[in-house]
């Protein structure tokens, strides 16, 4: 299992303390507020708005939540002005980092982010300088348990997905972002409710990291994680899975 993977299920596994909930809800809530003021208030006609809307209910965010970010995107309820800024990367090792980040305040996050990287072994970089080691993708991740490889294959691949991969405990299915809504409602309506389905960044190749220099790229991430104003952190790393469960716990 690549390092983006199996660092992505560990999230998955912490964010079930209620701090890290808490969290969770506050990203999903401003995404769902950015989606509505780019692209307005219906989620029938706005496949941003309604991926996040998705997303959010699967994560059991109130629906009044819901309703009040879409009302103060829209500009029905008066709202934070959120700007939705990128920053790229050096971790330790040479991996590249990208981090998608939504502030009410640039000039308090800029220099954050800037001080997590060169706190935790790395640097910020100029824009540009890792992006284009992204592609942006649809990803829909399926619990394996209880479910039939070739049915799931069968099922994404006719509906659009570009790639199935097993990542151990689950089933990774990659797709364009256009053909995105399409491969995971027909996955719904088989019966098959993904554990999470994502516009994501995928990396087009990893960096080997271990040692030292893993621990110290792990606790970069786990830092711009947990900062406020961060939505999403993406890298290009590989390491042993066991070295990674050890290190967290």
């Avoid at 809307?53 to 995107?73: C, F, H, K, M, Y």
């Avoid at 592609?135 to 394996?144: A, E, F, R």
């Amino acid at each position: 299992m690549s390092g983006h993977s199996k660092w992505s299920t560990i999230k998955r596994k912490k964010e079930k303390n209620d701090a890290q909930r808490g969290r969770i809800f506050t990203k999903l809530v401003k995404e769902i507020t950015i989606a509505a003021r780019e692209g307005g208030g219906n989620v029938n006609v706005n496949a941003r708005l309604r991926t996040a809307v998705l997303t959010s209910r699967a994560e059991n965010v109130p629906q009044a939540n819901i309703d009040r970010a879409i009302a103060r995107g829209t500009g029905e309820l008066e709202g934070i002005m959120y700007e939705e800024l990128t920053y790229e990367g050096y971790g330790p090792g040479g991996v590249a980092v990208l981090i998608e980040a939504v502030t009410d305040n640039k000039n308090r996050t800029t220099p954050e982010i800037r001080h997590a990287f060169s706190k935790n072994g790395g640097n910020i970089g100029d824009t540009g300088c890792v992006a284009w080691m992204f592609d942006q993708k649809g990803l829909i991740v399926v619990n394996k348990e209880g479910q039939d490889e070739d049915e799931i294959m069968m099922i994404a691949l006719d509906a659009g997905a570009e790639d199935i991969q097993d990542e151990g405990d689950t089933f990774d299915v990659f797709t364009s972002p256009s053909e995105f809504e399409s491969v995971r409602s027909q996955l719904i309506e088989n019966g098959i409710e993904p554990l999470r389905a994502e516009i994501s960044r995928i990396p087009q190749s990893t960096v080997a990291i271990e040692g030292q220099e893993a621990e110290q790229l792990l606790r970069l991430l786990e830092v711009l994680e947990e900062h406020d104003d961060v939505q999403n952190v993406y890298a290009n790393f590989d390491m042993d899975d066991k070295v990674l469960e050890e290190m967290n716990g």
